[in-house]
C-alpha cells in the first residue's frame, strides 16, 4: 500500500493497517518536547542568570524515582512539592535528564535533583508562561488559566531565604498556557 503514490483499497483506505497500531506515541512526544522548553529555560538560566524580572516556580512529585532530596524536606513534603528559582540559588545545572540546584531552606542549604519527568508545573510569572504537566505521567494535562494561575499564586514550599526576605508570588494570572486538548479530536 502506498499512499499519495498508489492506490489503496476501500478498505485500506477505511481502516489502514497502522491505523490499529499505536506507533508514534504523540502524547509522549509532545511531552518530551514541552519539558525540552524547561530544560532549556533553566540551562539559559544556568547559563546567563535570570534576566529581568524572569522566574520559576517548578512543582515536582517528591516521591518521583531519580527525585534526590533531604529526609527532612521528604517529611515536609511528602508528595509534591514547589520551588521558586528568583533570587537566591545556587550551583543550577540543567543535565538532559534533570536538573540540580542548590537553595536555602530556614537558613539550611539543601542541594536539590529533580528528574524532568517528575515535573508537573512550570511557571514564569513574569511572562504569564507556564506548562503543567499530568502527575506520574509523560502526558501534559489540559491546563487552564484558572490551574496554572494558582500554580504562580501559590506560595513556595519553603522559602528560599529567611522569611524577612522570602518574595511574595505575583496576583496577576497565567495567561499562556499550553494544553494538548485544544488539539485533540472530541
Known amino acids: 500500500m502506498l499512499f499519495g503514490v498508489g492506490f489503496v483499497s476501500l478498505e485500506e483506505w477505511k481502516n489502514p493497517p497502522f491505523m490499529s497500531q499505536n506507533t508514534l506515541d504523540y502524547e509522549r512526544l509532545v511531552d518530551g518536547a514541552l519539558k525540552g522548553v524547561v530544560r532549556d529555560a533553566l540551562a539559559l538560566a544556568a547559563r546567563r542568570g535570570l534576566p529581568g524580572a524572569h522566574h520559576f516556580y517548578v512543582t515536582f512529585k517528591t ?40 537553595l536555602s531552606f530556614f537558613g539550611v542549604s539543601e542541594r536539590l535533583k529533580v528528574p524532568y519527568a517528575a515535573l508537573t508545573a512550570f511557571v514564569d510569572p513574569s511572562v504569564k508562561f507556564g506548562l503543567q504537566f499530568r502527575a ?6 489540559a491546563a487552564q488559566a484558572t490551574s496554572a494561575s494558582k500554580a504562580a499564586e501559590a506560595k513556595p514550599a519553603e522559602p528560599k531565604a529567611p522569611p524577612a526576605a522570602a518574595e511574595a508570588a505575583p496576583a496577576e494570572p497565567v495567561d499562556k498556557i499550553v494544553s494538548l486538548d485544544s488539539f485533540r479530536k472530541k
Open 63 to 102: 516521591t518521583h524515582p531519580g527525585v534526590e532530596i533531604s529526609e527532612a524536606l521528604h517529611g515536609r513534603y511528602p508528595d509534591e512539592m514547589t520551588i521558586v528559582l528568583q533570587h537566591q540559588f545556587w550551583g543550577l545545572e540543567a543535565n538532559e535528564d534533570a536538573f540540580e540546584v542548590t
Open 136 to 141: 506520574g505521567s509523560t502526558a501534559p494535562v
